[in-house]
């Protein structure tokens, strides 16, 4: 047995299905699918979701704290010019693979690409008020020092100095008589220094003695590799 009525609401803020099953909720103007004592949410099934807005939030009742946080996948709110449809792939992958796609929007598993034996230079720029040391960049762990080399910009006056390499072995890639800063601009100053892979970072620095310079500028270049 059963009764049809056409109800059109309630007074209460909350419908139950059943006698013990789920609520449907009003909470401040959203819809909650809550359990039959209010207690939590409850799983939601259907065949398709179809969200009008831009945003789905994860974890939405996150307390913001420790490692609990909202994750939220958002749609780009410029740019597009068509749907797009993406299609996951059958499986989770291998380490160290990301996704790809084909460009139809089919992700596909690929391995990354590798950084090892990637040649990388790093420019810093010397003037002739520099305080010593200049700091430059950290060479990544492994890295092998291929060139060092001092490009003259503005040939400085005085009797200047510079060395490359790290603190307590400040000459270790370039030395100061590997460089004439006084010379004429576009002059090149290079040095490959054969020093073996540190095993670990290091912070490449430039010791600079002005002399008395006040003018001058010069670039300094160091190329490097990780080998395989």
């Known amino acids: 047995m ?18 013990s ?9 959203n819809l909650e699918v809550r359990n039959s004592g209010d207690s939590a949410y409850a799983q939601v099934t259907a065949s398709k979701v179809n969200v009008s807005g831009d945003v789905i939030d994860l974890n939405s009742d996150a307390a913001g704290a420790g490692a609990d946080w909202k994750y939220t996948i958002q749609r780009p709110s ?53 305080t010593s040391p200049v700091a430059m960049f950290t060479l990544p762990a492994n890295a092998v020092v291929e060139t060092v080399r001092v490009i003259i910009d503005t040939a400085f006056n005085g009797t200047p100095t510079m060395s490359v390499g790290i603190a307590g072995t400040t000459s270790k890639y370039m030395g100061s008589g590997d460089v004439d800063l006084k010379g004429t601009a576009k002059d090149r100053y290079e040095v490959h220094p054969g020093e073996p892979a540190s ?15 006040s003018a001058g500028s010069a670039r300094v270049e160091v190329e490097y590799v990780v080998p395989a």
């Open 2 to 19: 059963g009764l049809w009525q056409d109800l059109i609401g309630t007074t209460k803020s909350f419908f139950r299905i059943g006698l």
């Open 21 to 29: 099953g789920v609520r449907l909720k009003d909470s401040s103007g």
């Open 78 to 130: 410029t740019g597009m010019g068509a749907a797009v449809t993406l299609t996951l792939p059958p499986d989770d992958g291998s380490p160290n693979q990301v996704l790809s796609t084909d460009g139809s929007g089919a992700l596909s598993w690929v391995s990354a690409a590798s950084t090892a034996d990637k040649r990388s230079v790093d420019t810093t720029t010397l003037a002739f008020g520099a």
């Open 199 to 213: 095993g670990g970072t290091e912070a490449l620095i430039i010791t600079y003695a002005a002399g008395g310079a």
